[in-house]
């Protein structure tokens, strides 16, 4: 296929760098060539990107309301969708430019958290290349997730000033500003358009990420200026920047914070505004909005969206004219809503007060909205008690994700196990009420990002035993692999590109770790946020029992182990922090012994992100999934391991469960109590017993305290840890993430790997079951099974 005409692009390329650096192009830096080529690539798709834009119009079409969208780098995907990329990385040699160093140009568009953020790209992604009319809403946080660095085996958090030396992905589309009306100030939405490019298929959707700005004058006061009142001149200006300044740092714990609420209701106001104009500009005729479900469908990104069904509504009464009856039951059409936790410290609960402060109306609709439904349950014959449980206002605080399952039509959970708990648990009062809007949705990863881009030495070896493509279209005709799993030639041969990977990781490592790690050892790998559910810190126990077990017997039979982290800490998550600091002082400890021989090393890097991630994941021999089982509602990391032909050791959590079900037990390590078995546990879990009986136990958790090679510098941030698991203050409970109970279970599940990874093709075939198996994690399957059985597309 050829899509490029080389001479062309050349000569694109070098006239872009004369004309924004005006340099030659032998003149020109890596970050001016990074610059002038992003430019060439954003000319290439503005014709596609018109022609997506007009096909949208006259159809139906899903918006994707998200707080995050955690893009990471742009170039190299949109280079492999356009399917140029080896081209353009030819035409570059050519040039005598490395493309790596091209590429590290790039500044991470780290607009999200986790999970979460990472997940709504990897949906745009997947919708641009199923060809739906899926539009992403957002915020154009001037400040990303913050930057980690470790002084002193501690974290500190820089600024992201990602936008600083300029943001190549976006149009700002200032025709289309809209103005956001606060109780108390107004602001101006400035939208900036980023194009979703679909995988050779020609269609570029948009991602619409709005920044807010002042008002007048740019916000800059030239009367308070001129009569020298400076602060005045500038506190406009800055109170609207403000909104959208930075992203809140914190995955998977609520924040009640006012500025939060303002940025939720920022963004949503802004889409919905422009959305309704649209709509009116569309369809004169259709004054009472009667046809606008039949093109729009919201589909809410956890509760942090939920202000738009008060605002919607607000629109709809007060701008719009439409009778209460008419604006709420067009909402009860319009809107889906996904919730991705169950832990009971995240979900989100707003004060009535605060919400007044940010939209009084708001208030209002909400306490209309909640009257309704109790009548509506009286009127059933609910009585009193019966109704309780499903009150969204109580002690003047708004239960936002009860307000999203009683307007939306759809409730979905993100992995079975996560639906079945939403069901029987955390939402089962709705369940009851509303059975039939409860829906699975597994999560899914897009694999041109995490495959093809991040993995091209094993891409090609798929095309070469499949010998086709057509699996880049359909992953699950990955399935065709099975057949090679006991060819010892395909099995070496995925130990050679799985060793490749390693070396390259090692190298970078070394760049910017400073660290020297072993490509012949195995590369174990937890790389995710930091949070005491997803139980970093049993890891790292289990790590403290090898080099004890080493030490006492320092011929002891084992394959050498890289261990490697790779987490952000909350900024004011106590505990994570100090979680972090003990795993780098067993970093220090085990690294610096030279009775360990090499054996074992940890390494935690620093910062870690989505650039990173795609050079570790290729890199793994075991993908640690370790959350308490009912903990994590799906996890997608464990999927992109899964794809790069990584065994996981893990518990029957979230869509671990459908990982091991897919690959076979047998081609992975189970490990732990599951879900059922920790809920019969719960009120008699004694953690103090278990580490009164178990040497290896007591051993690394006295460590905290009582290692010599181990200090928290007189922080308190260990004795902290030792309490929560064996000695908790303030009648809380110990140990409730279950680390204790795990623990012997997760040793004996390392040594499985051990003796596994022995078998050097037997270790290989495991990672190809995996392969061969991953194609339900595609989010191409997800997005479909969104589009067909939610938004109707
Ligand atoms: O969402 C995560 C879940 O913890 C994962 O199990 C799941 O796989 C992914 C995608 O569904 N949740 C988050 O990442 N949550 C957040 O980042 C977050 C951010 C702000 C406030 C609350 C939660």
């Known amino acids: 296929m050829k899509k490029l005409n080389r001479e062309q692009f050349i000569e694109k390329f070098k006239s872009n760098l004369e004309q924004k650096y005006v340099k030659s192009f032998e003149d020109s830096t890596k970050f001016e060539k990074y610059h002038a080529l992003s430019d060439t690539i954003m000319d290439m798709i503005s014709k596609d990107w018109i022609e997506t834009n007009k096909k949208n119009k006259t159809e139906r079409n899903a918006f994707y309301f998200s707080a995050e969208f955690l893009i990471g780098r742009s170039l190299g995907?949109?280079?492999?969708?356009?399917?140029?990329?080896?081209?353009?990385?030819?035409?570059?040699?050519?040039?005598d430019i490395d493309f790596d160093e091209i590429e590290d140009e790039e500044d991470d568009a780290a607009l999200g958290?986790?999970?979460?953020?990472?997940?709504?790209?990897c949906f745009m992604e997947s919708g641009a290349t199923e060809g739906l009319n899926l539009h992403g809403y957002g915020v154009r946080?001037?400040?990303?997730?913050?930057?980690?660095?470790?002084?002193?085996?501690?974290?500190?958090?820089?600024?992201?000033?990602?936008?600083?030396?300029?943001?190549?992905?976006?149009?700002?589309?200032?025709?289309?500003?809209?103005?956001?009306?606060?109780?108390?100030?107004?602001?101006?939405?400035?939208?900036?358009d980023v194009?979703?490019?679909?995988?050779?298929?020609?269609?570029?959707?948009?991602?619409?990420?709005?920044?807010?700005?002042?008002?007048?004058?740019?916000?800059?006061?030239?009367?308070?200026f001129n009569d020298f009142r400076y602060d005045e001149s500038v506190s406009e200006k800055n109170r609207a920047e403000d909104i959208t300044r930075v992203l809140y740092p914190n995955d998977n714990i609520r924040q009640g914070k006012l500025l939060r609420l303002l940025q939720q209701y920022f963004f949503v106001s802004a889409s919905l505004q422009e959305i309704v104009q649209k709509y009116k500009?569309?369809?004169?005729?259709?004054?009472?909005?009667?046809?606008?479900?039949?093109?729009?469908?919201?589909?809410?990104?956890?509760?942090?969206?939920?202000?738009?069904?008060?605002?919607?509504?607000?629109?709809?009464?007060?701008?719009?004219?439409?009778?209460?009856?008419?604006?709420?039951?067009?909402?009860t059409k319009v809107f889906a809503f996904t919730n991705h936790t169950v832990l009971q410290e995240a979900l989100e609960k707003w004060n009535l007060d605060l919400i007044h402060e940010v939209s009084p109306r708001a208030v209002d609709i909400i306490?209309?909205?909640?009257?309704?439904?109790?009548?509506?349950?009286?009127?059933?014959?609910?009585?009193?008690?019966?109704m309780e449980p499903y009150r969204i206002v109580k002690n003047e605080m708004v239960e936002m994700a009860f307000l999203a399952t009683y307007v939306s039509t759809s409730i979905n959970g993100v992995a079975e196990l996560h639906t079945i708990i939403l069901k029987k648990e955390t939402l089962n009062q709705w369940f009851k009420l509303y059975p039939e809007k409860f829906n699975n949705k597994t999560n899914g990863v897009t694999p041109r990002r995490w495959l093809q881009y991040a993995n091209p030495q094993l891409t090609s070896y798929i095309d070469e035993l499949l010998k086709s493509e057509d699996w880049k279209q359909d992953m699950t005709k990955l399935k065709g692999l099975e057949k090679f799993a006991d060819d010892v030639k395909v099995l070496d041969k995925l130990n050679e590109i799985k060793f490749?990977?390693?070396?390259?990781?090692?190298?970078?490592?070394?760049?910017?770790?400073?660290?020297?790690?072993?490509?012949?050892?195995?590369?174990?790998?937890?790389?995710?946020?930091?949070?005491?559910?997803?139980?970093?810190?049993?890891?790292?126990?289990?790590?403290?029992?090898?080099?004890?077990?080493?030490?006492?017997?320092?011929?002891?039979?084992?394959?050498?182990?890289?261990?490697?982290?790779?987490?952000?800490a909350a900024p004011g998550y106590f505990r994570a922090k100090g979680i972090i600091k003990f795993i780098n002082e067993i970093s220090k400890l085990i690294n610096n012994d030279p009775e360990i021989n090499g054996k074992i090393k940890v390494v935690f890097i620093q910062n870690y992100r989505v650039s990173y991630a795609e050079k570790l994941f290729p890199a793994a021999d075991v993908s640690e999934q370790i959350s308490t089982a009912g903990k994590e509602a799906s996890g997608t990391g464990n999927m992109k391991f899964m794809m790069n032909g990584t065994p996981t050791l893990g518990t029957m959590d979230g869509a671990n469960v459908e990982i091991f079900r897919e690959a076979g037990l047998e081609n992975n390590f189970l490990f732990g109590r599951t879900e059922e078995e920790?809920?019969?546990?719960?009120?008699?879990?004694?953690?103090?017993?278990?580490?009164?009986?178990?040497?290896?136990?007591?051993?690394?958790?006295?460590?905290?305290?009582?290692?010599?090679?181990?200090?928290?510098?007189?922080?308190?941030?260990?004795?902290?840890?030792?309490?929560?698991?064996?000695?908790?203050?303030?009648?809380?409970?110990?140990?409730?993430?279950?680390?204790?109970?795990?623990?012997a279970s997760y040793v004996e599940a390392h040594k499985r790997v051990d003796e596994a990874y022995r078998d050097r093709r037997g270790y290989a075939r495991k990672g190809l079951i995996n392969i061969a198996n991953s194609g339900l994690f595609s989010s191409d399957r997800t997005i479909r099974q969104y589009g067909e059985e939610i938004w109707k597309l």
Request: net charge negative; glycine share 6%.
């Open 500 to 568: 490749e990977k390693k070396v390259q990781l090692a190298k970078y490592i070394k760049k910017y770790e400073g660290v020297e790690i072993d490509p012949n050892s195995i590369f174990d790998i937890q790389i995710k946020r930091l949070h005491e559910y997803k139980r970093q810190l049993l890891n790292a126990l289990h790590i403290l029992h090898l080099y004890y077990e080493l030490k006492a017997n320092p011929t002891l039979d084992m394959h050498p182990v890289t261990f490697i982290f790779g987490a952000k």
């Open 367 to 386: 306490k209309e909205i909640d009257k309704r439904l109790l009548q509506s349950l009286q009127e059933k014959g609910y009585s009193l008690e019966e």
């Open 281 to 331: 500009r569309l369809h004169p005729e259709d004054k009472n909005f009667s046809q606008f479900h039949k093109y729009h469908v919201f589909q809410l990104n956890d509760t942090h969206p939920v202000i738009a069904i008060p605002e919607l509504i607000r629109i709809l009464l007060d701008e719009e004219n439409l009778s209460w009856e008419d604006a709420f039951g067009l909402a």
């Open 141 to 192: 946080y001037s400040q990303g997730i913050f930057k980690q660095r470790f002084e002193n085996g501690f974290q500190l958090e820089e600024g992201d000033s990602w936008v600083a030396r300029g943001d190549f992905w976006s149009l700002r589309k200032e025709s289309e500003s809209q103005i956001v009306s606060f109780r108390n100030f107004k602001v101006k939405a400035v939208p900036y």
């Open 195 to 224: 194009p979703v490019v679909g995988y050779e298929n020609g269609v570029v959707n948009t991602l619409r990420l709005w920044q807010s700005e002042a008002i007048k004058n740019d916000g800059f006061d030239f009367q308070d």
């Open 113 to 121: 958290n986790g999970g979460l953020g990472r997940l709504a790209a």
């Open 678 to 743: 920790i809920n019969e546990l719960a009120n008699n879990y004694n953690p103090v017993n278990i580490y009164n009986s178990d040497e290896r136990i007591k051993r690394v958790v006295d460590a905290l305290l009582k290692e010599e090679g181990i200090s928290d510098d007189g922080t308190n941030h260990f004795l902290d840890i030792y309490n929560s698991l064996v000695d908790p203050k303030d009648g809380n409970r110990a140990d409730v993430y279950y680390l204790l109970e795990d623990f």
């Open 77 to 95: 995907n949109n280079l492999l969708n356009l399917g140029i990329i080896d081209e353009v990385k030819d035409i570059l040699k050519e040039l």
